[in-house]
């Protein structure tokens, strides 16, 4: 039954890895993801990169494992692979909450704020004043300037820059047009499930240009609208993306993301689809909100974080002293398909220095050898990459049970009838802190050729798949025991496999 061939060998871990930082270290903490030391975050804010620094803002609460409080977390990194935590950037003041916004680099100075020759740091916000009494919750825009790298934050005295006196009204993504030479912005308007956009000269003084939508899925709110221009691939061309988050509403259930593909003139977003399609960035229950770094340097592919996480139960995982944690960081292209134009997310390639070798697929062995061979070695912790082909051969299913020990196991599969790419967590280790928690989910996935080839990142608490180079991502929390760490292929009827599983270092190494 589960004979032929499988291709794999081994090579010794290389350099033990190092200490980790006992704030970091408590079970299901990410090693090679961004979470806060302590405390509550949801959507990740203002991406931006200025000055050799990229900088991660986030929804969080200083003062809870619960939501409340919202202000703007601050972390920096060099290489977007390690992060230090800063102080709170932007903390919630007046009873006013900093909800989600972008952050920009204005280096012109078109705002007046700056005063060093580079530009300064703008940061545009959704400032949330709760109900009172009779009085409804407000939502309008505001801004928030750092002439020293994002370290200090100055609320602009002028706030609110955008009021509309509405409840729902909410997450600036500003960026700037080059066709027009002006800011733009993209923010929601929830509950008519549009964007709405705008255009200013200084970031103080707002345009209303166009609205887009209801188009695609209109379930929930529409929250988080991000957009952003990418590369097609193999071409000189470029599209924009459309980006909004819904919740409830989206495709798993819960909140979940869709995506337009279009042309944007720095006024008016039109979709190149029917208004009926719908696309969605990831077919997991848990990536939301996510956001692309504003101020990359040309050279660079963009690259997109989101909150790795669902509104149905982020208040109930079973995490301390910290709630809420990012998906890795994602390059991101577009990529002409016989379906049309889809978004291709990878993970940031730099994560390469991060891993160590461990075992290897290069030469042939049958698949019962290696799950033999993967169980006398087993990895030592549950943070890891692994990368595998499975030559489907007469194979009606075939895939991986990973964090596996005494009947618990996450599942990645390939349903060859049905042609969806599926993960099963339903027993993956503790799912009863919510009913919407266990679950499978599955994407489609036609193969052109006869093989199964997947990109899996694994650590401690989240699987992330990637699947058809890119076209296909599928993002889930797992919440494992400790001794978890089996890895074992299976194959109903003949199939062949060659694998790589390689460590993942920890980002948060005593220093
Ligand atoms: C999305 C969201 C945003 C809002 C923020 C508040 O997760 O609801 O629309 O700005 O969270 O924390």
């Known amino acids: 039954m589960l004979t032929r061939l499988l291709l794999i060998t081994f090579a010794v871990l290389l350099g033990a890895p190092g200490q980790i930082a006992p704030e970091y270290d408590q079970p299901y903490r990410p090693q090679f993801h961004f979470s806060p030391r302590e405390n509550w975050t949801n959507d990740p804010n203002g991406l931006v990169f200025f000055s050799g620094e990229y900088h991660l803002f986030f929804q969080y609460n200083p ?55 580079e530009g300064c740091m703008v940061a545009v916000y959704t400032g949330h004043t709760p109900p009172e009494g009779s009085r409804p919750a407000l939502q309008t825009q505001n801004l928030a300037f750092s002439n020293d790298r994002g370290r200090t934050w ?27 030479g002006e800011w733009v912005m993209a923010v929601s308007l929830p509950n008519e499930h549009k964007v709405r956009f705008y255009t200013s000269p200084d970031l103080k003084h707002w345009t209303h240009t166009t609205d887009f939508g209801p188009e695609g899925a209109t379930g929930g709110q529409w929250e988080c609208p991000e957009l952003f221009q990418l590369p097609l691939e193999g071409s000189t061309e470029t599209r924009w993306v459309l980006k909004v988050g819904l919740n409830p509403g989206g495709l798993q259930g819960g909140s979940g993301e869709q995506y337009f593909v279009g042309r944007f003139n720095g006024r008016r977003f039109v979709n190149d689809n029917p208004a009926t399609l719908q696309l969605w960035t990831d077919y997991g229950k848990d990536c939301y909100c996510a956001l692309t770094f504003n101020g990359l340097p040309r050279t660079q592919s963009p690259v997109m974080i989101g909150w790795m996480d669902n509104w149905q139960y982020a208040a109930k995982l079973p995490t301390r002293p910290w709630r809420g944690q990012m998906t890795f960081p994602r390059s991101l292209s577009l990529r002409k398909t016989a379906d049309g134009i889809r978004l291709i997310q990878q993970p940031y390639q730099g994560i390469e ?85 266990p679950a499978r989910i599955d994407a489609p996935l036609p193969l052109t050729a006869d093989k199964l080839v997947l990109d899996v990142l694994v650590d401690r608490n989240s ?5 058809d180079n890119g076209r296909i991502t599928c993002t889930m929390l797992v919440f494992p025991s400790s001794g978890a760490n089996g890895i074992e292929f299976y194959a109903n009827r003949t199939g062949r496999v060659s694998a790589s599983v390689r460590s993942v270092e920890s980002i948060w190494q005593v220093k």
């Open 63 to 117: 003062f809870g494992d619960e939501w409340g409080h919202m202000s703007w977390g601050h972390a920096v990194s060099r290489d977007l692979l390690h992060w230090d935590q800063r102080p709170v950037a932007i903390p919630e003041q007046d009873g006013i909450m900093i909800f989600t916004g972008s952050t920009v680099v204005d280096a012109r100075n078109s705002s007046g704020f700056c005063t060093k020759p």
């Open 353 to 437: 220095r991060l891993q160590q070798k461990r075992l290897e697929a290069t030469s042939g062995s049958d698949l019962d050898a290696v799950n033999q061979a993967l169980r006398a070695q087993p990895l030592s912790g549950h943070s890891f990459r692994l990368r595998f082909e499975i030559q489907l051969g007469d194979a009606r299913e075939a895939g991986v049970r990973m964090l596996a020990n005494h009947g618990s196991f996450t599942l990645i599969g390939y349903d060859r009838e049905a042609k969806k790419l599926f993960i099963d967590r339903r027993h993956s280790g503790v799912t009863g802190f919510s009913g919407d928690f």
């Open 154 to 180: 100055t609320k602009y005295p002028g706030n609110p820059v955008l009021n509309l006196h509405m409840t729902d009204f909410r997450d600036p993504k500003v960026l700037w047009s080059e066709e027009t």
């Open 463 to 467: 699987v992330e798949v990637f699947a």
